[in-house]
């Protein structure tokens, strides 16, 4: 990204996370092709993208699950770039997956178990069971059951109290709202934002509700075929009349309505 | 009297089943994967412990101590060289590596000058001595692998259903993806699930061996163990030592009372019919997929 | 890369793809006829066994790389052939019908191993062959008033219109002939909706039966096709081999045609003769190169068992699609030349799921 | 059951183990609608689903469903492979594709109940089955042009985006020609442009195809623009129905499913705006 | 006429051994032993002038592979002669091979009577069956025990069916028959029920059709039980690994062979000094498998400088048509050869196990 890009006031928050110029692939397939971005330290970022732009990309090859390429991923000032993901999770990065994925033949209890695997404190986790039970009743009222038997929402429930287990520093939500009933998204939003207030876990979020999600966060990223195209404060992506029409879905009948007229948008 | 002593033979028989089939749940609990080679991994166990005893003139107790840990080691091994690699991909590709695994240790074995291909006697202390049980006789042999069988049984139990290693062995077989992300290091994990499986093949080896001598081929006993998994239930590991028990004393019961070729074929017939009536064994899983 | 044009639907159907398809599989149709003039005997021989081999690959193929479903016991349907084909051309049946009643029986035989597939996956199916397939090694032992037992079984040469096709050559193009119908039966199956329905089972049980596959029907299905084919190649070999004994249809028989299958590649008919080939070609390989190791490793026993092992390895780490795999690498090299790009197979990181669960 | 009525449950009830998942759930679909199924996570939504394409049967109750050679059927008495040959199709919640097929393949393989030929046709590939052969390529490109698909005709669905599945899903769906299709959360996933396709895709399917729909669905905005009618359900039991408008007002769903949804500003930081922020240790 | 496999200054001669299956132990064993007499013949020499050639391949006991073997060592190797193949179901699948091609198969090294039966004229063997041995040695052994009730546990397959079979005939010719009869599968490591079945009949006699493994497992839990009858077993069972591996239990047992066991410190000297060449030579102890991949090639060499420099199929057997084999070091009977007779004995004698090792308690009986 180019110097006249970066955010205003940048340089004294320090970022926890650092990509530069970050390019996977998979196979000859480029999903992202040069992606900058940084995540400080205490602050809720949010990416914003169409199908297929890369998001999931972008969020697994921080964790490790993906190799880039090329450029480096910086977390806590460390090079974490292509490490093993375990190892990644172990210096306080946890991760909520596209479409779930629990662990379909153990009890929701030792789902939730797995999720605080890097934590010695025994104590320490039962209080925070304690605690994700409160967020999510329906967990304790399950806690016996396979997760694989749940509903899709209560896996969705399930995954994100899991990686809330790890008591991390960065959290990587991509789409926590998937599949959960408009009460249950705002609950999700109101528990990270809280979280990131209460517990100060910097969170990187990828959510399809970008109403929700530009509401949440104090920085946005929008990515489009691989590449960032955009970014700014959330308070100023809001009023962007590109944002308002493509993602808020706040258009004047006219220009779309019932005529499938597609408008290009205008960074393209 | 007839029928106890057959009953107790069979028993006896069952428990080396169940102490093979152990080796296969483990692996697959952690791993998801059929181990091919557990088999072979026994009878490397059991010549380790000839080739210390004999060539390297250690007392007993020191041979099996070491060879068990030789074994695990060489376990340990055997997943950083060849498994890991191919981690993640489908099942299959590890079984038919496991099955290449059990030619090559096979066939080194083999090639073993003046020495792999004979048959050997494993020098224990307690050969040829038996317990009268009233009219009953049992082989000090087989009171071992009995023993060592409950024991082994015991302990794996307690670790996949209470630790949190074992749990997370479950977990990183159930969903790779997911268990990384958990930052559960599922290679490390997966290493450690080997070195048990050769260690508890070591074991069964060197119990074996005073029954069955140690030779090249000692391994294909683990075919007999196959269905004895299969009857209790891939998953778990108490039904593997039924399954061992219900495999053993319906042979030894079916090679009295029925016809010739029974007895050999026994071990398959209940398999299918098992798999017939319950398609996931005594104490599998059942396993439904909810979409 | 080659770019096609598309101009009709009939042209995605259509076996050979371009020009270059017809021009190679021709060359290859013209060595194969020439085979018997330009090859000396021990190679025709071999050549022979190739491709029976190749038809049993292509039918454990069918119902492993296709369908999904392992059979550990693909032995004993290749013994149910040979044994009939054994008996029936003792009792002077001519050819055409024995090969039927064989692939027929082995048909009928795969239908009842199917039954209990229907509700078995994973492993629970491959220990349920491999039990059989012990169970049938164990009925050619015993029922000796028919198979001879343990003592086996000599074979009579093939009875075609009234002659005995005794010679080497003769043999060989009855193989081939009955290899390209069979291959030529599965390669249309799988541009049909009856092979779609396989491939669909082994990617998702579910989906494929809310897509109105009967699970049942199609696993049978391919349990008996896969037999039939074993079962006709069990009849070849068993005239090749002129004597059968139940000792040749073990489970380490089951191994070698999973091997060759998985060496071959996975999931390709091309797969099933490749490794046929490969599972042929490797003892002279080895008897080849053992005169060229010192004695104590070339004349050692288990070199043969160590050499097999390595190269299974070899192939499930290096080259986990096979030699088809290595073969469409290689083309596209070739077909890319100057801007072939390292990365382009690279192997990315991938994840195991449970497949308890499908 | 009155003629435009294609589909009947009737006191439908499921129970795994001590949970009652479904409890005691009737409703009927009419031919033409879009008709929609909502509540909170858990309310047995997608169990209903399951009720009728057979995957579970149901511990009591029946559904009736009006085949499409005439004549009602008790659904529950079919096997599962026989519900898309009488016209339900249906997509998945968590996306069932055949992973390692291609796009084609998959629309290719939603035309299995409507194979023209047989075992032994397929076998010799005789001209029957070869024009048979294309002619389900036909439908199924029509398919793909219907869902601006073309763009991935080719590639395999292990390495699509989230999104373009969810499309793949309802296309190969289609494939199948059915009367009544089942949406699972058509619209999760997706955002809010392609939601709005979604909207017209579903539209279109109920005009233009003249294909019934029965959807489960959280996105309100969706359900109010397509649905004809919502049934509101919460612990597996039905709690409304009726107009979207009607459903939406319902005190209880408010309560259990919306919450007070149009607040999102509350999320806001209160000093929002500013990216300096006390560095927390 | 010339047959292929000679020349002018060698004679290429195959054998298939098992060196990777089940008898990989003996397979080697019978490969030293020729290599063994191919060298010192090359040292003297050769035969008539011609230098031997041997060439081995391995079968896995494997019989498609031993066809395969065949069919290099026949059409590739062009091999003269097929000498001490091993195995019976090996032999009978290679055996067609060979003899499309006028190849002749020569002493292999197994007991079964297809061996020379039904009369080929490129048969050739040198081993008293299972078959014979049995009937021959056990109606003594029978009547000096006054054994009452003869029982018999036998391999599930060819060869125990043999040992099974004479014992048969045995017991028929004395106005007998079997009092139980049990079998197990090779490879086979519990033999429970099948002693408890022996035991429950009240069996005193016990016809042996195992070979080593299975041999000590049975002898073994029948004694744990308390079950002692008189064991007899055939020249299978004669191998110096019972009593290593069985240790004391095993005193007692019979067998039936012929050529004596080569042990090191053998007391009649010819043995001793071959012995110990051998273990000087290929650092291994001698077996009797030794000594049968010897003797096979040994009387190889005997026909060939018997049938002349003009060596091809024909002559062989012309040759091999009037050939007398005099008793070896390793105390084998004389064997004869004619147009019509293609086993050179059928006699046999009997050992017996003692103190941990085998003593020949016998002579060839004539009968
Ligand atoms: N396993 C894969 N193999 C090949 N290509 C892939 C694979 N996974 C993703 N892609 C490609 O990478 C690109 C980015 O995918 P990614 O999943 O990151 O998108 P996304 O922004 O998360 O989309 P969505 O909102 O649908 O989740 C897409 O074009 C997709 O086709
Ligand atoms: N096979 C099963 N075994 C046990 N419980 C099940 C099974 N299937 C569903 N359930 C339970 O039934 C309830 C209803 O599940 P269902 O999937 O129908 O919910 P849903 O309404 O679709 O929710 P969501 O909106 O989260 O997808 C859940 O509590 C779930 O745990
Ligand atoms: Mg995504
Ligand atoms: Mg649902």
Request: proline content about 4%; charged content about 20%.
């Amino acid at each position: 990204m180019n110097a006249a890009l970066q955010p205003a006031g940048g340089a004294d928050g320090a970022p926890i996370l650092n990509l530069q110029n970050v390019e996977s692939s998979y196979g000859p397939i480029k999903a992202i092709r040069g992606v900058s971005l940084q995540v400080r330290r205490g602050e809720v970022a949010t990416v914003l993208g169409s199908n297929g732009a890369g998001k999931t990309t972008i969020l697994k090859t921080i964790s490790g699950i993906i190799d880039p390429r090329k450029g480096s991923v910086q977390f806590c000032g460390q090079d974490i770039t292509a490490h093993d993901p375990a190892a990644i999770v172990r210096r306080g990065l946890s991760h909520v997956p596209e479409g779930r994925e629990v662990f379909p033949l153990l009890s929701v209890r030792d789902n939730l178990l797995m999720g605080a695997y890097t934590r010695g404190d025994r104590d320490a986790v039962a209080r925070d069971i304690e605690t994700v039970y409160g967020y999510f009743p329906i967990l304790a009222e399950r806690k016996d059951q396979d997760a694989g038997l749940l509903s899709g929402g209560q896996q969705q429930m399930l995954a994100i109290s899991r990686a809330l287990m790890a008591a991390p520093t960065l959290i990587l939500l991509d789409e926590p709202s998937l599949g959960l009933s408009p009460r249950l998204t705002k609950e999700i939003f109101e528990i990270v934002v809280r979280i990131n207030r209460e517990r100060g876990t910097t969170i990187l979020l990828v959510e399809q509700n970008a109403n929700m999600a530009l509401n949440a966060s104090d920085y946005g990223y929008v990515l489009e075929n691989g590449r960032i195209v955009m970014e700014d404060r959330c308070a100023v992506l809001r009023e962007k009349d590109d944002i308002k029409e493509f993602y808020l879905g706040m258009k004047e009948d006219s220009v779309r309505g019932e005529r499938r007229w597609k408008k290009k948008k205008t960074w393209r | 009297m007839q029928f106890l002593q057959l009953l107790v033979s069979g028993l006896s028989q069952g428990c080396i089943y169940g102490l093979i089939a152990l080796g296969f749940v483990l692996i697959y609990k952690a791993t998801e994967t059929v181990s091919f080679a557990q088999g072979e991994l026994m009878m490397l166990g059991a010549f380790c412990g000839l080739v210390l005893m004999k060539l390297l003139g250690m007392p007993f107790w020191i041979a099996v101590v070491a060879s068990i840990a030789a074994m695990a080691l060489f376990g340990v091994l055997l997943e950083r060289v060849v498994i890991r690699p191919i981690l993640g991909q489908p099942a299959f590709s590890v079984v038919m590596l496991t099955i290449g695994i059990g030619y090559v240790l096979r066939g080194l074995v083999t090639m073993i000058p003046g020495f792999g291909t004979d048959t050997h006697a494993l020098p224990v202390p307690y050969k040829d001595e038996a317990v009268q049980l009233g009219p009953l006789v049992l082989a000090a042999e087989q009171l071992a692998v009995i023993a060592a069988t409950a024991v082994l049984c015991v302990l794996l139990y307690a670790m996949f259903r209470y630790t949190r290693l074992g749990v997370a062995m479950q977990a990183s077989s159930q969903n790779q993806l997911a268990a990384y992300y958990m930052g559960i290091p599922v290679q490390r994990l997966n290493g450690l699930a080997w070195g048990l499986a050769a260690a508890v093949a070591a074991v069964a080896g060197l119990l074996l061996a005073p029954i069955t001598f140690v030779h090249a081929n000692m391994g294909f006993i683990g075919l007999k163990a196959f269905p004895a998994a299969v009857v209790g239930g891939f998953g778990s590991l108490p039904g593997a030592i039924v399954g061992g028990l219900v495999i053993g004393v319906i042979e030894s019961l079916s090679g009295f009372y029925l016809p010739e070729g029974f007895k050999d074929t026994a071990a398959y017939i209940v398999v299918l019919l098992m798999l017939m009536v319950k398609p996931n064994g005594l104490f599998g899983e059942r396993l439904v997929k909810k979409v | 890369m080659r770019f096609l044009f598309k101009t009709s639907y009939e042209q995605d159907i259509r076996l050979a793809k371009h020009g270059g398809h017809v021009l190679w599989y021709a060359l290859l149709c013209l060595a194969l006829l020439a085979a018997p003039w330009v090859a000396p005997e021990y190679w025709v021989a071999q050549l022979t066994f190739v491709l029976i081999y190749g038809i049993a690959g292509l039918g454990l193929m069918l119902l492993a790389g296709f369908t999904g479903q392992f059979s550990l016991g693909h032995a004993a349907f290749l013994g149910v052939g040979a044994y009939t084909q054994a008996v029936l051309t003792g009792m002077g049946w001519p050819f055409a019908l024995v090969l039927a009643c064989s692939a027929g029986l082995s048909a009928a035989v795969g239908v009842v191993v199917g039954l209990p597939a229907l509700r078995l996956k994973g492993i629970y199916l491959g220990i349920a062959t491999l039990a059989f397939g012990f169970i049938v090694e164990e009925v050619f032992a015993r029922w000796e008033s028919v198979t001879g037992g343990n003592s086996g079984k000599a074979v009579l040469p093939p009875q075609i219109a009234g002659h005995a096709l005794e010679s080497t050559e003769a043999f060989y193009f009855l193989c081939l002939g009955l290899a390209v119908v069979c291959t030529l039966g599965i390669v249309n199956l799988l541009r049909a909706p009856t092979g779609r329905a396989f491939v669909a089972i082994r990617d998702s049980e579910i989906s494929a039966q809310s897509m109105g596959i009967h699970l049942a029907y199609y696993k049978t299905l391919s349990f008996a096709l896969s037999a039939a084919l074993a079962g006709i190649a069990g009849a070849l070999y068993a005239h090749k081999m002129q004597f059968i004994s139940p000792d040749q249809f073990s489970i380490l028989q089951s191994i070698d045609l999973l091997l060759m299958i998985v060496i071959g590649g996975l999931g390709s008919v091309h797969g099933a003769f490749l490794g046929a080939a490969f599972l042929i070609l490797m003892p002279q390989l080895i008897a080849l190169g053992k005169d060229a190791l010192p004695e104590a490793i070339g004349q050692a026993p288990g070199l043969q068992a160590v050499v097999y092992g390595l190269v299974l390895i070899g192939f499930v780490l290096f080259e986990p699609m096979g030699l088809y795999g290595r073969w469409l690498k290689i083309r596209t090299w070739l077909q890319l030349f100057p801007f072939y790009r390292k990365g382009l197979f690279k192997r990315q990181k991938t994840f195991q799921k449970s497949d308890r669960l499908k | 059951m009155s003629g435009d009525v294609l589909l009947e449950a009737r006191n439908l009830s499921v129970r795994f183990g001590g949970l009652l998942a479904v409890n005691d759930v009737s409703f009927d679909v009419r031919r033409g609608e879009v008709f929609t199924l909502i509540g909170p996570n858990g309310a047995g939504k997608t169990t209903v689903f399951n009720l009728i394409s057979r995957i579970y049967t149901p511990t009591s109750g029946s559904i009736a469903y009006a085949a499409p050679h005439g004549g009602l059927l008790a659904l529950t008495a079919q096997p599962a492979h026989r519900v898309a040959g009488l016209g339900i199709a249906r997509t998945f919640q968590n996306i069932e594709l055949f992973e390692h097929a291609s796009v084609l393949h998959n629309l290719l393989i939603g035309r299995h109940t409507r194979r023209e030929t047989g075992l032994w046709a397929d076998l010799l590939f005789t001209p029957r089955a070869r024009a048979a052969e294309v002619r389900a390529r036909e439908k199924a490109e029509e398919i793909i042009d219907f869902l601006q698909l073309q763009h991935y005709r080719d590639t395999l669905v292990a390495g699509l985006p989230y999104g373009v599945r969810k499309v793949v899903e309802l296309a190969r769906a289609l494939c199948t020609e059915p009367q009544l299709l089942l949406l699972d959360e058509p619209s999760s996933g997706l955002n809010v442009e392609e939601t709005d396709d979604m909207a017209f895709w579903i539209q279109d399917i109920r005009d233009e195809l003249g294909i019934t729909v029965l959807m489960v669905e959280h996105d309100m905005s969706l359900v109010s623009r397509v649905s004809d009618r919502v049934l509101a359900m919460n612990q597996g039991q039905v709690l409304a129905s009726g107009t979207p408008r009607e459903v939406q007002t319902h005190p209880g769903v408010v309560e259990a499913y919306l919450g007070t949804i149009d607040d999102v500003s509350s999320l806001r930081r209160p000093n929002d705006g500013s990216r300096k922020q006390e560095v927390r240790a | 006429q010339a047959s292929q496999g000679v020349t002018k200054d060698t004679i290429t001669l195959g054998s298939i051994q098992d060196m990777s299956g089940p008898l990989a132990g003996f397979g080697k064993q019978v490969r030293m032993g020729m290599l063994l007499r191919v060298d010192e013949a090359n040292e003297q020499g050769g035969v008539n002038g011609r230098k031997l050639e041997l060439k081995v391949e391995d079968s896995g006991y494997d019989p498609k592979r031993a066809v395969l073997a065949a069919q290099k060592l026949v059409n590739q190797d062009k091999i003269f002669m097929m000498v001490g193949h091993i195995g019976t179901a090996q032999n009978l699948a290679a055996m067609p091979v060979q003899f499309s091609k006028n190849v002749i198969n020569f002493f292999p090294v197994t007991a079964a009577r297809e061996m020379y039966e039904p009369f080929h004229k490129l048969k050739y063997s040198f081993a008293a069956t299972y078959y014979d041995q049995i009937r021959l040695e056990a109606p003594k052994l029978i009547k000096e025990k006054n054994a009452q009730k003869v029982c018999t546990i036998y391999q599930d397959d060819e060869f125990g069916l043999e040992v099974m079979r004479g014992g048969e005939a045995a017991l028929k010719a004395m106005g007998r028959e079997y009092t139980e009869k049990t079998t197990f599968k090779r490879g086979a490591t519990d033999f429970s029920s099948q002693v408890a079945k022996m035991k429950a009949a009240g069996c005193d006699f016990v016809v042996l059709g195992t070979i080593i493994r299975e041999t000590i497992g049975t002898i073994g839990e029948a004694r744990k039980t308390g079950f002692n009858p008189t064991f007899l077993g055939s020249s299978a069972a004669y191998t110096d690994l019972i009593h290593k591996l069985g240790g004391k239990a095993m005193d007692g047992l019979y067998a039936a062979m012929t050529v004596q066991h080569p042990y090191l410190d053998e007391s009649s000297q010819p043995i001793r000094f071959w012995a110990n060449k051998y273990k000087t030579k290929f650092n291994e102890d001698p077996t009797v498998f030794s000594v049968y991949g010897y003797s096979a090639i040994d009387s190889f060499i005997k026909a060939a400088q018997k049938a002349g420099p003009q060596l091809s199929t024909d002559s062989f057997i012309k040759a091999m048509d009037t050939m007398v084999l005099e008793p070896d070091m390793f105390g084998s009977p004389t064997m004869t050869f004619g147009p019509q007779k293609r086993l050179g004995n059928d006699l046999s004698r009997l050992s017996q196990l003692q103190d941990g090792r085998w003593h020949v308690v016998s002579d060839y009986a004539k009968n």
